[in-house]
């Protein structure tokens, strides 16, 4: 599976799942545009894949953010005159409270980040996208697509129920573009999340269950990789992946099915 010369843009690319494909794409010939809030993190992850003989470009930009979107794509576009590959992988967690103490502007911050995000992540991208055709790949989460147990992960869930409707929305629209979207639903993977969650006061409205051997079948209870999930990115992104779009896939090592 190569991606050479292809260009790819990944948000959310200085950290976890994003900076593991970030990692993975260069490795595969891709040139990748790394797009993350912080710097020197971005600039961190470009030099990372440089001294291994990558091509990386640092994007400083809130994905929220529709100016700073559109001007970051444009960034990356004049740098290597094409987009093939569009990664929106940035997000939070946010706010995991009962519905009752979930204060309507955690839950504005949650959607506006992964939802919106996602939205105007693909939108920019697309009369890029158009030239040639591409490949959208979209995280959303096992919460909120097969899992519907983490309660208090309401506005998180909503959220990433949402990106699963608009990429089959988007899917058929872009599909006589030859531009194919696909959604990603990882269960638990160590990354850096959980310090952008915040939990308040879940332990009255979580119900009681448990689980035989550890929550995750296949690993008895370890959380997956991000260099796994990066290696289906990859596999979507490649023309490996050339007759497939509008579809979600889980990568969770069973978590799903026994958690629910
Ligand atoms: P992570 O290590 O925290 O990475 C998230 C990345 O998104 C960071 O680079 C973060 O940048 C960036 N980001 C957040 N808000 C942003 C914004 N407004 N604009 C630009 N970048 C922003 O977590 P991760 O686990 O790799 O998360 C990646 C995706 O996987 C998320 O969409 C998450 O919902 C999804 N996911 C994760 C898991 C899991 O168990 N890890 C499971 C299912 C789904 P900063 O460092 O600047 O905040």
């Not at 470009?46 to 529709?66: K, M, Y």
């Not at 995991?96 to 996602?118: F, I, R, S």
């Amino acid at each position: 599976m190569q991606l050479t010369d292809r260009v790819a843009l990944i948000t959310g690319g200085d950290s976890g799942i994003g900076l593991a494909t970030a990692h993975c794409f260069a490795r595969a010939g891709a040139k990748v545009g790394v797009l993350g809030r912080n710097s020197d993190e971005v600039q961190h992850t470009v030099d990372e894949i440089q001294q291994q003989s990558g091509t990386a470009l640092p994007l400083v930009a809130d994905v929220s953010q529709p100016e700073a979107m559109q001007q970051a794509v444009a960034q990356l576009v004049d740098a290597w005159g094409r987009l093939d590959i569009v990664f929106a992988n940035a997000g939070i967690n946010g706010v995991w409270a009962p519905l009752e103490e979930l204060d309507p502007e955690d839950w504005d911050q949650t959607l506006t980040v992964n939802l919106k995000g996602t939205f105007l992540t693909v939108k920019y991208a697309v009369p890029y996208l158009k030239r040639q055709g591409g490949s959208v790949i979209i995280t959303s989460s096992v919460n909120g697509t097969r899992m519907f147990s983490n309660t208090g992960a309401t506005a998180y869930a909503c959220s990433k129920a949402a990106q699963v409707a608009f990429a089959k929305m988007v899917a058929l629209e872009l599909a006589q573009h030859r531009i194919r979207v696909n959604v990603i639903c990882p269960g638990a993977i160590a990354t850096d999340i959980d310090q952008s969650t915040e939990q308040q006061n879940l332990q009255g409205i979580r119900p009681r269950v448990e689980f035989p051997e550890g929550m995750i079948p296949l690993t008895g209870g370890k959380p997956g990789q991000a260099e796994q999930v990066a290696d289906l990115v990859l596999f979507l992104a490649s023309d490996a992946a050339s007759h497939i779009t509008g579809t979600e896939l889980w990568i969770d090592g069973g978590q799903s099915l026994l958690q629910g």
